[in-house]
């Protein structure tokens, strides 16, 4: 525990609050105390005595992975449903579900765990907007992203995880001021993106409020400014410049977000060897599958704040537990920081006399500069968290049912997902027009919400009619929901896939053998082919099974005899493609002969094709941005 108690803005005071972890990579206040992520396992710490030391110390969740400690657990964060929210890389969870790479959510106690969506690659950023957008950051050229979907939601219609999560950057480049970077791939771009929180106060200039986004990427020493700007149902990002960046070798930014005062707390890892891994030539791997370096700092790190010298001082410089007016007084404040704290206090403390509070707030009709009414968005799940909400309670149920037709989209939005899953729910927002929102993130929150409903012959016609909607039919997370919801209430289920087998080149009448199969996969964790070359012969059919065995996402080209060089600057380009990654990396030219598309870990895809007539040596890639140069091998065709 840091403390300034001094007043002159520099902590002066420190006290160990808990020690003796395994690498903690977050940490969240719930319940009265903390939870840390630890993996394997997460941590719930409590004070009891006032001593500001940890008394209670309960493992209330196992089985996070640690095969490799820069892929765990991490980005804590307690969301506005009253669960806690976080990120995973490719070391995975193996508990009640299995999962790798994306964000979850569980209840404050550790239980109920649910994988939102999958992600390409290592995830380490999180943010909520002030509207409950959802939005990430992953390594590997992705440094934003929304969440549209939740994986639950897809699974009804066969479709995989990794289709409820979107990249939505607009940009490659970082924006440096020193050419002195160490990256293995996504060469100057973002290949450790850390953190995606919001400016969600008041005491910047206007254009950040709810909008801009601080993504962190140690490799560049960027705290990067993501602006995100709506794009009917979801978003996009675009950029906006650097609020941080630094020539300081062992500056490395990887986490900011807003802190009570309005200002943007950044956490500075402060290492000179900023790399995991691959491993570099002569070094081996130790624990956490860091490769062993000497250099490695394990003892400091660094805090600063980001302030606007024009700002005015923050009202708010505590809230007491056990007042509720003191709490009522956070809800309304214009720092999200503020709002979530008293709605997570109003929840653990269950006081249901707070509710009239609370109705006043939801009742309340104005909006600010940008149209938020975020209090009354925080005091509906603050009812549903205390439970007012389960349909029981006439007055909080007739209260959440008049703010369907709040002005704030956002509070309408709140509404319609803390309501009951019923026949009455379904009618009021039928009746309130919401499967018609005129903006179109609340109308995918509807549509989605009626999948939740009792099946209904009334809403399938109206949701059939609107399938029919040009705003609707031109967007994609909409196009979604609707299936999802028209399969709830009259279409029929679709059957979920399970994992990914895909076959290319091959007609469905085609049910001949090959000539030859060849079975490839890569190096875990070593961006390399297990494969280094094979041979097969001119004229022949041959069937490549590529499974990735590896923790992120790989293709495989075949390649124009001597054509690797060319195809793999063409490939390194594709990065600054906004649409490179819907591309699958794939350059479009002759050099490039046959080729799978990215494919998820754990999955296979099956490629067929004629071999070449000409004998000779055919270079074999993956063509994701920077791999191609170690990820790479040969095809030898004979007679």
Same mark, same amino acid.
């Given at each position: 525990m840091c403390e300034d108690t001094d007043g002159d803005g520099k902590a002066d005071k420190f006290t160990i609050f808990a020690d003796k972890f395994n690498i903690p990579t /977050?940490?969240? &206040?719930?319940?009265?105390?903390? +939870? +840390?992520?630890? *993996?394997p396992d997460f941590i719930f710490l409590k004070d009891t005595d006032g001593d500001d030391k940890?008394? +209670? $110390?309960?493992?209330i969740m196992g089985n996070w992975g640690t095969y490799d400690t820069h892929a765990g657990p991490s980005s804590l964060t307690y969301g506005f449903d009253n669960k806690i929210w976080g990120t995973v890389g490719y070391s995975g969870y193996h508990g009640s579900v299995k999962f790798n790479q994306g964000a979850y959510r569980f209840d404050v106690g550790g239980k109920n765990i649910e994988f939102m969506g999958a992600t390409s690659n290592n995830t380490w950023g999180l943010g909520f907007s002030e509207n409950n957008d959802v939005f990430l950051s992953t390594a590997n050229n992705t440094h934003s992203a929304f969440l549209g979907i939740p994986a639950s939601y897809l699974s009804a219609i066969g479709e995989p995880a990794d289709r409820a999560i979107d990249k939505i950057d607009g940009h490659y480049a970082m924006h440096v001021v020193t050419k002195n970077l160490r990256q293995v791939d996504v060469f100057n771009g973002f290949t450790a993106a850390a953190g995606h929180h919001l400016y969600t106060a008041r005491n910047f200039p206007k254009r950040y409020w709810n909008k801009i986004a601080f993504v962190n990427e140690p490799t560049g020493r960027v705290v990067h400014e993501a602006v995100l700007e709506r794009k009917g149902s979801g978003f996009a990002e675009k950029d906006g410049w650097n609020l941080v960046a630094s020539a300081d070798e062992w500056f490395g930014p990887v986490q900011s977000e807003v802190g009570p005062d309005g200002a943007v707390w950044m956490l500075d890892w402060y290492n000179f060897i900023i790399q995991h891994n691959p491993t570099p030539q002569g070094f081996e791997n130790g624990k956490g599958n860091a490769y062993i370096n000497p250099l490695r700092d394990q003892t400091h790190g660094r805090i600063y704040r980001v302030v606007y010298k024009n700002a005015g001082p923050q009202q708010i410089k505590s809230l007491d537990r056990?007042?509720?007016? /003191? !709490? +009522? #007084?956070? !809800? =309304?404040s214009d720092n999200m920081f503020w709002r979530m704290t008293a709605q997570r206090l109003i929840v653990e403390n269950g006081d249901p006399s707070i509710a009239e509070p609370l109705y006043a707030i939801i009742s309340n009709k104005t909006t600010d500069e940008i149209g938020i009414n975020a209090p009354a968005i925080h005091a509906l799940w603050a009812l549903h968290g205390l439970g007012l909400l389960d349909g029981t309670h006439a007055d909080a149920l007739k209260v959440a049912i008049a703010a369907l037709s709040h002005p704030s989209a956002g509070v309408r939005k709140a509404a319609l997902q803390v309501l009951p899953d019923n026949s %009455? /729910? !379904? #009618? *009021?927002?039928q009746k309130a027009g919401l499967l018609n929102d005129a903006d179109l993130n609340t109308r995918l929150a509807a549509i989605l919400k009626s999948a939740d409903m009792p099946a209904s012959a009334e809403t399938e016609k109206e949701l059939q009619a609107a399938s029919g909607l040009s705003q609707n039919i031109g967007d994609r997370w909409i196009q979604g929901a609707l299936k999802i919801a028209l399969v709830k209430h009259g279409t029929g289920a679709v059957k979920p896939t399970g994992k990914e087998t895909v076959v290319t080149e091959k007609k469905a009448s085609d049910t001949s053998k090959p000539d030859q199969l060849i079975r490839i996969n890569p190096i875990v964790n070593a961006m390399k082919f297990e494969q280094k070359s094979f041979t097969v012969r001119a004229g022949s059919t041959v069937e490549i099974e590529f499974t990735n065995t590896d923790f992120m996402q790989h293709n495989l080209l075949i390649l124009q005899k001597g054509s690797m060089e060319k195809v793999g600057s063409a490939a390194d380009k594709m990065a600054q493609d906004p649409k490179g990654a819907e591309k699958q990396y794939v350059p479009d030219m002759? %050099?490039?002969l046959f080729h799978t598309p990215m494919v998820?870990? %754990?999955? #296979?895809?099956? !490629? $067929? &094709? =004629?071999?070449p007539d000409l004998t000779g040596d055919y270079p074999y890639i993956c063509s994701f941005p920077g791999h191609w140069r170690i990820m790479n091998g040969v095809m030898k065709v004979i007679k």
């Amino acid at each position: 525990m840091c403390e300034d108690t001094d007043g002159d803005g520099k902590a002066d005071k420190f006290t160990i609050f808990a020690d003796k972890f395994n690498i903690p990579t /977050s940490i969240v &206040f719930a319940n009265g105390g903390v +939870i +840390i992520a630890q *993996a394997p396992d997460f941590i719930f710490l409590k004070d009891t005595d006032g001593d500001d030391k940890a008394d +209670i $110390r309960e493992k209330i969740m196992g089985n996070w992975g640690t095969y490799d400690t820069h892929a765990g657990p991490s980005s804590l964060t307690y969301g506005f449903d009253n669960k806690i929210w976080g990120t995973v890389g490719y070391s995975g969870y193996h508990g009640s579900v299995k999962f790798n790479q994306g964000a979850y959510r569980f209840d404050v106690g550790g239980k109920n765990i649910e994988f939102m969506g999958a992600t390409s690659n290592n995830t380490w950023g999180l943010g909520f907007s002030e509207n409950n957008d959802v939005f990430l950051s992953t390594a590997n050229n992705t440094h934003s992203a929304f969440l549209g979907i939740p994986a639950s939601y897809l699974s009804a219609i066969g479709e995989p995880a990794d289709r409820a999560i979107d990249k939505i950057d607009g940009h490659y480049a970082m924006h440096v001021v020193t050419k002195n970077l160490r990256q293995v791939d996504v060469f100057n771009g973002f290949t450790a993106a850390a953190g995606h929180h919001l400016y969600t106060a008041r005491n910047f200039p206007k254009r950040y409020w709810n909008k801009i986004a601080f993504v962190n990427e140690p490799t560049g020493r960027v705290v990067h400014e993501a602006v995100l700007e709506r794009k009917g149902s979801g978003f996009a990002e675009k950029d906006g410049w650097n609020l941080v960046a630094s020539a300081d070798e062992w500056f490395g930014p990887v986490q900011s977000e807003v802190g009570p005062d309005g200002a943007v707390w950044m956490l500075d890892w402060y290492n000179f060897i900023i790399q995991h891994n691959p491993t570099p030539q002569g070094f081996e791997n130790g624990k956490g599958n860091a490769y062993i370096n000497p250099l490695r700092d394990q003892t400091h790190g660094r805090i600063y704040r980001v302030v606007y010298k024009n700002a005015g001082p923050q009202q708010i410089k505590s809230l007491d537990r056990k007042n509720n007016a /003191s !709490l +009522i #007084t956070g !809800l =309304k404040s214009d720092n999200m920081f503020w709002r979530m704290t008293a709605q997570r206090l109003i929840v653990e403390n269950g006081d249901p006399s707070i509710a009239e509070p609370l109705y006043a707030i939801i009742s309340n009709k104005t909006t600010d500069e940008i149209g938020i009414n975020a209090p009354a968005i925080h005091a509906l799940w603050a009812l549903h968290g205390l439970g007012l909400l389960d349909g029981t309670h006439a007055d909080a149920l007739k209260v959440a049912i008049a703010a369907l037709s709040h002005p704030s989209a956002g509070v309408r939005k709140a509404a319609l997902q803390v309501l009951p899953d019923n026949s %009455e /729910s !379904l #009618t *009021a927002m039928q009746k309130a027009g919401l499967l018609n929102d005129a903006d179109l993130n609340t109308r995918l929150a509807a549509i989605l919400k009626s999948a939740d409903m009792p099946a209904s012959a009334e809403t399938e016609k109206e949701l059939q009619a609107a399938s029919g909607l040009s705003q609707n039919i031109g967007d994609r997370w909409i196009q979604g929901a609707l299936k999802i919801a028209l399969v709830k209430h009259g279409t029929g289920a679709v059957k979920p896939t399970g994992k990914e087998t895909v076959v290319t080149e091959k007609k469905a009448s085609d049910t001949s053998k090959p000539d030859q199969l060849i079975r490839i996969n890569p190096i875990v964790n070593a961006m390399k082919f297990e494969q280094k070359s094979f041979t097969v012969r001119a004229g022949s059919t041959v069937e490549i099974e590529f499974t990735n065995t590896d923790f992120m996402q790989h293709n495989l080209l075949i390649l124009q005899k001597g054509s690797m060089e060319k195809v793999g600057s063409a490939a390194d380009k594709m990065a600054q493609d906004p649409k490179g990654a819907e591309k699958q990396y794939v350059p479009d030219m002759a %050099e490039v002969l046959f080729h799978t598309p990215m494919v998820n870990p %754990e999955a #296979t895809f099956k !490629l $067929r &094709f =004629k071999v070449p007539d000409l004998t000779g040596d055919y270079p074999y890639i993956c063509s994701f941005p920077g791999h191609w140069r170690i990820m790479n091998g040969v095809m030898k065709v004979i007679k």
